[in-house]
């Protein structure tokens, strides 16, 4: 609020040098109802500017009488295309004590430099304006181009689209494949989304329902019935190939199995693969929906968890573009489902057998059914103070489950866990947040029973908290505090 009252209350500016940038400028301005002085040593230029009710004065900009003549604007803009004429204009004001905002043109790196030097608050160089502006133009034509590449593969379905989400499908995967489909139906084109696993968190099978995303399980089809398969935020999963061609593959990772495609769009340079669906909704012109809005929103903002995680320029456009047609109580619903009476227990049972050594802290949860709860817990369990690193394991059946957090940007959580278990199960998730299974046996040698399960903790526990902590870089025991 202070800041927006304070741009509010500059009114008058001074704008040094009206050539054809300087104009243009003037004229925003005086369209914007704002009070301009113009100072041009052109006097036909200036008695122009006078016949157009404009203020202007014939002065050679290096006088530093026009450092005086303008003392009481608050902003200058000099913006002549002689850039040392624009040093002295910018040496004078200053030498006048004056704090003035001032913006200057420059003409290359070096005189931007000196302009800086020179006390200029901002400096414009007009090339790099101009190599940005063709940069943006040069993506919105590759976009307008990938855009119609993949309205041509949707299209040229003759039959029914499989979108595949990865196995075990997060928002990410599932949002992308929402937009997709969305394109898909927009093109008079059926399409299935198909997956693989089970949706383990709580917020995703809140936001699968709350949003009604229809879903088959891939068991449920037979993937030779459709004509056409897209690959959505596929990459990094470790799925099993798929054993047929694949037609389309967007991603924001590099891909590890090489697929054959007929169309694909991978941009490592963005966060998610949802920033990169929105950014082809946006140019196939839609008519965004409010449910394929609220899931990319979602999708965006839980990949790059709320914009804390790799979040690039890309990742926030997107989710400005969407948030308007958002359903805003919905995400709200969806991120916050209530704490299930277990998640509650193994909260209470992680808190109760915690071990801290340093700032990390390792719990075992004793038996869960409810997987998702471990993860909640190590979350929660990261609110303690002085806590930075969270790992909290629980067995179900024969299966040792480990969830981690870390907010330690030095210690990458899952290069931890792959280092503590990564020979006896596979780690996955980030830096950030990450999970482990591990069978039960690998510790002890004996096979799990409904008697031995006690036993068979107790001597699991042991092994765990001690490769954990020794990744971690802290002895499990002796003396640490
Ligand atoms: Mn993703």
Known sequence: MSAGSAMASVSSYAILGCGSVGYAVAEDLIGDGKDVFIVDQDEDRVDSLRDQDLSAQAADIRDEQVAEAIVDRDVLLILSSDIEANQVAVENVRGEGSEQFIVARASDPVSADELRDGGADIVINPSEVIANAALRAL???????????????????????AILTHDNPGPDTIASAVALRAISHSHDVESDILYNGEIGHREDRAFVNILGIELLTRSEVDLAEYDTIALVDHAKATDAPIDRPVDVLVDHYEPEIEYDTTFSDVRPNVSSTSTILTKYVQELDLGLSEAVATALLYGIRAETLDFKRDTRPADLTAAAYLYPFADHDTLEQVESPSMSPETLDVLAEAIGNREVRGSHLVSNAGFV??????????????????ITTTAVFAISEDTIHLAARSKDIRLNIRRVLEDAFGDDGEAVGHSTDASVEIPLGIFTGIETSERNRETLLSLTEEAVRRRLFAEMGVESNGNGN
């Open 139 to 161: 993506e919105t034509g590759e976009l307008e181009y990938k855009a119609e590449q993949l309205a041509n593969v949707i299209d040229g379905t003759d039959g029914r689209l």
């Open 369 to 386: 059914r409810d997987r998702d709860a471990l993860a909640r817990a190590a979350q929660h369990l990261l609110n303690l103070e002085g």
